[in-house]
């Protein structure tokens, strides 16, 4: 017999634009962690795997509770395995309406600091082989 959540991650659909602008570095417990392919910044997402959320109210108080503990844990992990100055981490949802969290490590002297990177330049995707070995230290420091 198959639990809600079961249901849930069965039919769970992710927005086209995360998609095609991101990668699958692993699921946890609530969220899938996604790496932006732009290689500016290591920018991470966390995308709830819960269809129809737009706005962090609209998870159940639980989902709410775990969005706050991934996001502590992953960028926890994002500042010790990039040494940054900064962890950003916002929700906009203005041009993508699924819930995700961006979570940036920035440093002085980066392209924007000390502002935000939103609607600056064009996306430098990352070479295959520095994605990947992005993607695994990542997943070792969490």
């Known amino acids: 017999m198959k639990t809600n959540m079961e249901d849930t991650l069965e039919?769970?659909?992710?927005?086209?634009?995360?998609?095609?602008?991101?990668?699958?570095?692993?699921?946890?417990g609530l969220c899938e962690l996604r790496l932006q392919n732009d290689s500016r910044w290591p920018w991470l997402v966390?995308?709830?795997?819960?269809?129809?959320?737009?706005?962090?109210?609209?998870l159940?108080?639980?989902?709410?509770?775990m969005l706050t503990f991934e996001t502590n844990l992953v960028a926890a992990a994002?500042?010790?395995i990039t040494g940054a100055t900064k962890i950003n981490v916002g929700a906009l949802g203005n041009i993508v309406r699924q819930l995700h969290v961006?979570?940036?490590?920035?440093?002085?002297?980066?392209?924007?600091?000390?502002?935000?990177i939103w609607g600056h330049g064009t996306a430098v995707p990352y070479e295959?082989?520095?994605r990947e070995n992005l993607m695994k230290k990542i997943s070792g420091a969490l």
Do not use: M, Y
């Not at 039919?11 to 602008?21: G, K």
């Not at 159940?60 to 509770?65: H, I, R, S, V």
């Open 128 to 130: 295959a082989g520095e």
């Open 46 to 58: 966390l995308v709830p795997q819960r269809d129809d959320v737009s706005e962090l109210f609209d």
């Open 78 to 80: 994002l500042k010790e």
């Open 60 to 65: 159940t108080p639980l989902d709410q509770a």
């Open 11 to 28: 039919t769970f659909r992710l927005d086209d634009r995360l998609t095609r602008d991101s990668v699958l570095v692993t699921r946890l």
């Open 102 to 116: 961006h979570i940036i490590a920035r440093n002085k002297g980066d392209t924007c600091w000390p502002g935000p």
